[in-house]
């Protein structure tokens, strides 16, 4: 299962509300992760199953499914947020990767 | 606190072989699937094996198939990766990681191993 994810990069300011949209090439129901990496660390758990938040992971942060397309919200960007986000397919092996949205401050 | 932590990261020549190994908190261990997942130099993320609970079932990506075993100790909370037949595209940094269960998204990481496959 391919993954696609727009934009590759954006920059935006302090307090804006950013979107990332991963899109599955076939049905992964709502088997869909998102993570946050920053440089030179391990990613980091933000949203499973799609739109539930995982534990300790500020409510900033929100995830949405409509059908194959997958949303990751960043209600309002904070300068910690600077980071690559990823989405993750877990529905059927080989588990897969989107390529990363790199998110920087204008 | 959870911890996973890798060893055994280090330069080979290609064609040669390697083992990682992961040492996981044991409450972690023994109640989550495991996994290996690595990220090439500048590059994205890429999921490579994984094996559940009891180790009855593995999976892994199919540039890897029939080159790396991955397998877990419960006595010792270990996972490990044997590497063999390593090609330069197979380097990388190591992560180990862990999920609850099928479906859901790897919830605990390890700092991570780096793997170079070099003459």
């Known amino acids: 299962i391919q993954l696609t994810q727009s934009p590759s990069s954006l920059s935006a300011s302090v307090g804006d509300r950013v979107t990332i949209t991963c899109r599955a090439s076939?049905?992964?129901?709502?088997?869909l992760a998102w993570y946050q990496q920053k440089p030179g660390k391990a990613p980091k758990l933000l949203i499973y199953v799609a739109s539930t938040l995982q534990s300790g992971v500020p409510p900033r942060f929100s995830g949405s499914r409509s059908g194959t397309d997958f949303t990751l919200t960043i209600s309002s960007l904070q300068p910690e947020d600077i980071a690559t986000y990823y989405c993750?397919?877990?529905?059927?092996?080989?588990?897969?990767f989107g390529p990363g949205t790199k998110v920087d401050i204008k | 606190e959870v911890q996973l932590v890798e060893s055994g990261g280090a330069l080979v020549q290609p064609g040669g072989s390697l083992r990682l190994s992961c040492v996981a908190s044991e409450f972690i261990f023994d109640s989550h699937w495991m996994a290996w997942v690595r990220q090439a130099p500048g590059k994205g993320l890429e999921w490579v094996a994984n094996i559940n609970e009891d180790g009855t079932e593995r999976n892994y990506v199919d540039s890897v198939k029939g080159r790396f075993t991955i397998s877990r100790d419960k006595a010792k909370n270990s996972l490990s990766l044997q590497m063999n037949s390593l090609r330069a595209e197979d380097t990388a940094v190591y992560y180990c990681a862990t999920k609850p269960r099928p479906g859901l998204g790897h919830d605990y990481w390890g700092q991570g191993t780096l793997v170079t496959v070099s003459s």
């Open positions: 993750q397919q877990l529905h059927m092996y080989p588990i897969t």
């Open positions: 076939q049905d992964v129901s709502s088997s």
